[in-house]
């Protein structure tokens, strides 16, 4: 029966340390995702939050590092399709450089937050804040030259990500 007990512990303990999806717990032990879903939010508000558990179960069996590194690469490939939205986009210029500047902004942070965390990708963060203030400089300074620096950072970008990252 899908809602017997036995069944909740597989679904929790497949999600938790097999970091399975939702939809795939549901398709192997044939339960509805929406059940898998209130078994889920039943046992966050009985304090065992699925989330966390994950969470703690990855750092504790790959490291933090491991962890950190895993979301910084998935932030550089969001990153890099943000960049490719930018430079083939129909963004006037100034909406191009506002979305460079936020970008910027977001990879400064997320690498100072991850070189905290994971001190081997500080180096791959200050080479990012250099690409920052390289933006900020043209965007003050050269304004003109906005679409150089759009075609340049990122392969540039993946090349540093490749240099420091490893």
Do not use: C
């Not at 399709?81 to 997320?110: C, N, R, W």
């Amino acid at each position: 029966m899908a809602n017997d007990q036995e069944t909740r512990r597989k679904a929790r303990a497949d999600y938790i340390y097999r970091r399975m999806t939702i939809a795939t717990i549901a398709m192997t032990l044939t339960v509805s995702q929406a059940t898998i879903g209130r078994w889920k939010k039943a046992a966050k508000e009985r304090g065992d939050d699925w989330d966390i558990a994950r969470s703690a179960s990855l750092i504790a069996g790959e490291g933090l590092e491991t962890v950190v590194s895993s979301v910084v690469e998935d932030f550089m490939i969001m990153a890099q399709s943000l960049l490719e939205e930018i430079k083939h986009g129909a963004l006037g210029l100034d909406q191009k450089v506002k979305h460079l500047v936020a970008l910027a902004d977001a990879m400064t942070k997320m690498t100072a937050s991850a070189g905290k965390l994971a001190p081997k990708i500080s180096e791959l963060g200050v080479a990012q804040d250099v690409m920052t203030h390289l933006i900020g400089f043209v965007r003050e300074n050269f304004p003109q030259h906005i679409g150089v620096i759009l075609e340049i950072i990122e392969p540039f970008g993946e090349r540093l990500a490749s240099l420091y990252a490893s």
